[in-house]
């Protein structure tokens, strides 16, 4: 049995998906496994699978659509490792991408992340982004400011995840996972450098308006967020939908400016140091979106 599993699902991913996978088996250790759902593609992704030849590498073929959700607890079921990794069909898996995430697994870790490195949408454009390293004290509270973690650098570990109940039909499906983990008192951190080329183009989903204005203010995200607001800091009610967009009513701007100077508060006599700067730097930049979505709204 590998300890390693990585998800990959594809649909009609036939300009990036073999990069990906051949980066991926290049960075993966010995004890794993890359699986891979075809998501019903009618593009040439199905051909380009078949052409590629590695014993750790296994092929799932969807005769329908079934979304991005359903089609990772598909690949879930379809595995029975210890530890359960992603990856995207469009991205580049570094070579180092595994080392130091098994090393923090190892330890205890539930969730584990790393930056990326912002790949496109022009050939040669390459932005990092902000090295350094978010701890399982501070993760949580960061989560109820913004996503700082990338869902293609994931590693978690498979009882997690089966025990929040997988992810769920949202379209930030990764989002309400990580919340969920946090609320239950999973441990998640990130580490300091980049594992993963993050690719920019014209193709994907989140470049879609309708698919962005759908996804920040979803009915389950903002229980997800909500519960652990309510844990973290006795605050409940929607204030995520002021936070990610500038079209909620100005009575969940005002719950969500309160939830901001509560996280500030509780950082107010921290030890300085590189996650409390990005704390008190998020906390900064929350205000400052608040005020200008806002005060716009008014004009």
């Known amino acids: 049995m ?28 010995r004890d794993s496994e890359l699986v891979v759902l075809d998501d019903a593609s009618t593009d040439r992704t199905a051909e380009l699978l078949s052409s590629l030849r590695d014993r750790r590498l296994r092929v799932i073929t969807g005769a329908e659509s079934s ?18 990794a992603r990856m995207d069909a469009d991205d580049i898996s570094l070579p180092w991408r595994f080392a130091e995430q098994r090393r923090r697994m190892t330890a205890g870790t539930d969730f584990i992340f790393s930056p990326v490195v912002h790949l496109g949408p022009s050939r040669l454009r390459l932005k990092p982004t902000r090295p ?18 990338a869902h293609s650098t994931a590693m978690f570990r498979r009882t997690a995840i089966e025990h929040l109940g997988l992810y769920r039909n949202v379209g930030a499906e990764d989002y309400d996972l990580w919340l969920r983990a946090a609320s239950h008192g999973y441990r998640l951190e990130r580490t300091a ?10 193709q994907q989903v989140t470049k879609d308006a309708n698919w962005k204005a759908r996804s920040r203010t979803e009915e389950l995200l903002v229980e997800s967020h909500s519960a652990l607001s309510e844990s973290l800091l006795g605050l409940a009610g929607d204030s995520v939908s002021a936070l990610r967009t500038g079209k909620a009513p100005r009575e969940f701007a005002s719950r969500a400016e309160c939830l901001v100077n509560a996280v500030e508060r509780h950082f107010s006599e921290a030890q300085p140091g590189p996650e409390v700067t990005r704390i008190r730097r998020t906390c900064k930049s929350a205000k400052q979106s608040l005020e200008l979505r806002y005060r716009a709204a008014e004009c």
């Open 132 to 149: 350094g390293s978010i701890g399982s004290d501070s993760a949580p509270f960061l989560l109820l400011l913004e996503n700082p973690f």
């Open 67 to 84: 979304g991005l959700a359903a089609g990772l607890n598909r690949l879930i079921a379809s595995t029975d490792s210890e530890w359960i």
């Open 193 to 202: 450098y980049p594992v993963l080329l993050y690719r920019h183009h014209t």
């Open 2 to 29: 590998p300890r390693i599993s990585v998800i990959l699902p594809v649909k009609n991913g036939e300009q990036f998906v073999k990069s990906a996978i051949r980066s991926t088996l290049i960075a993966m250790p």
